[in-house]
């Protein structure tokens, strides 16, 4: 039980466009899901707290404006990167908080973020 | 400002002896402590979690330890096996998590290699 799933799995862009990224908790509902983001050997650093139905949480110095998420259902938040350039290339993970305790987050698998 | 800190980058193991991965935080305001695993391209999995109340949590071959004083924990797995080869991060949030979603400061991962 507990699994959160997704999508896409790893994408590559043309500097410019938009893309989004789907986080599913398949299982359970998530009131709360979280977005990180990971360069290559460096830890996960949280961009956002998603609550459904409201607006999402930004941490500090995290564009709102290019990092537009939405968590419309119990089940599902997006993340889209706006107008996106080379140095948003990263790798991206969604958190899903299921149940209280030490087990509670749940982990995406990630998405693979190229923008060229 | 890294909070959590994870000062070994990479760690090799023989197959049967002990591995032992180290965190240190600098905020005091730290009281649930988390270990994840993580393969690459996937997301962090669950592993272990200790309260600040406590200094030692068992659950099989994984051991954490915490030394409030110190600021440090340590993760302690034995016997190692090929399959724990992997990125562990260790993580730290303000309060015991609950259902209210506390937020995860993640360390910078330590690579363990387990060799036959």
């Known amino acids: 039980g507990a699994v959160v799933s997704q999508h896409p799995s790893w994408v590559i862009c043309k500097s410019g466009t938009s893309v989004k990224i789907e986080c599913r908790s398949l299982?359970?509902?998530?009131?709360?899901m979280f977005w990180y983001r990971q360069f290559p050997k460096q830890s996960l650093m949280l961009m956002a707290t998603?609550?459904?139905?409201?607006?999402?949480?930004?941490e500090q110095g995290v564009e709102k404006d290019k990092f537009l998420i939405n968590h419309a259902s119990l089940t599902l938040s997006t993340l889209t990167v706006t107008s996106a350039h080379p140095e948003d290339s990263s790798f991206y993970i969604c958190?899903?908080?299921?149940?209280?305790?030490?087990?509670?987050?749940?982990f995406g698998s990630g998405t693979r973020l190229t923008v060229v | 400002d890294q909070q959590v800190k994870q000062n070994s980058p990479s760690l090799s193991v023989q197959e049967g002896r002990i591995s032992i991965l180290n965190c240190d935080y600098t905020?005091?305001?730290?009281?649930?402590f988390l270990w994840y695993k993580k393969y690459p391209a996937e997301g962090p999995t669950f592993l272990i979690s200790i309260s600040s109340i406590k200094d030692k949590n068992e659950d099989g071959r994984f051991t954490v330890f915490l030394n409030k004083s110190a600021k440090h924990l340590s993760l302690h797995i034995v016997p190692s096996q090929p399959g724990d080869s992997a990125v562990y991060f260790c993580a730290a949030s303000v309060r015991e998590l609950t259902g209210g979603g506390n937020k995860l400061t993640f360390g910078t991962g330590t690579q363990l290699k387990v060799e036959l």
């Open positions: 299982d359970f509902q998530a009131t709360t």
């Open positions: 998603s609550n459904e139905g409201s607006k999402a949480t930004y």
């Open positions: 958190s899903a908080l299921h149940i209280e305790g030490a087990r509670g987050y749940t």
């Open positions: 905020n005091s305001m730290f009281d649930y």
